[in-house]
């Protein structure tokens, strides 16, 4: 059975992250999803045949319930789990629900990781976002990738976030371990409304991927 995301009209990068893995990876490697939301990124990679490892911390992401449209309560969305299952992908994939600054590391390495605008969420403001990106880094093998899209600053308040960045600043967090593949930005767009953002709303986001060179 086919299921939707909410996420499903937001703008992503996510077919230049997919071109890369299919590139380096194998079909049947691992990928980490973290911030995997209802799963609109996680369901189409293991859909491909990837085994996805997917962090995600907020139980209505995961389980789904009422969201109100127009303000009023009167739909029920579901979550990853339900969806995975509805979609028979559920063996696939490995869900860790769980903040991701706080999960347990990984007994394996990964082939690549992946996350999709999950940093700039104020939840974690109060860790370094050095933090964020070098947990993410450390889950990925050497030859593997690390793909992240993220929102840029828009609004004043933007800019006194460090987690709203560039594809330049993050770049800075990547040592000579790595080489920086592709790095990309939007211009300033209009997002319709969508879970969290009742209204339409301005967005600029950036891409970065990278490959850990060989140890
Ligand atoms: C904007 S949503 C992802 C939507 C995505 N653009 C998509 O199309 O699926 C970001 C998700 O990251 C999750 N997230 C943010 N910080 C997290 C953390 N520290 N650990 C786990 N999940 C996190 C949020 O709960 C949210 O579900």
Avoid at 26 to 33: I, L, M, Y
Avoid at 34 to 58: C, K, N, Q, S, T
Avoid at 133 to 146: E, P, T
Wanted: net charge negative; hydrophobic share 45%.
């Amino acid at each position: 059975m086919q299921t939707q995301s909410l996420w499903e009209h937001t703008v992503t990068f996510f077919p230049q992250f997919l071109a890369a893995l299919k590139e380096r990876v194998s079909p049947d490697g691992t990928v980490a999803v973290i911030g995997a939301a209802d799963g609109r990124l996680v369901l189409p990679l293991a859909a491909a045949g990837y085994r996805v490892i997917a962090f995600e911390r907020d139980p209505f992401a995961l389980h789904g319930g009422k969201v109100s449209v127009s303000g009023e309560v009167n739909a029920h969305a579901l979550g990853l789990i339900d969806r995975l299952k509805l979609e028979e992908l559920y063996d696939r994939v490995q869900v860790v629900e769980e903040d991701f600054l706080d999960a347990q590391p990984l007994d394996m390495l990964c082939d690549a990781v992946w996350t999709s605008c999950s940093w700039h969420y104020s939840t974690n403001h109060h860790r370094p976002l050095a933090e964020f990106v070098a947990r993410m880094q450390l889950l990925v093998r050497a030859n593997g990738l690390f793909g992240a899209e993220f929102m840029m600053p828009v609004e004043p308040r933007h800019h006194l976030i460090e987690h709203y960045t560039s594809p330049e600043k993050l770049s800075r967090h990547f040592s000579s371990a790595w080489s920086v593949l592709l790095t990309l930005r939007t211009g300033e767009f209009t997002e319709r409304a969508h879970l969290g953002q009742p209204q339409d709303h301005t967005h600029r986001m950036g891409l970065l991927l990278a490959a850990r060179t060989p140890r």
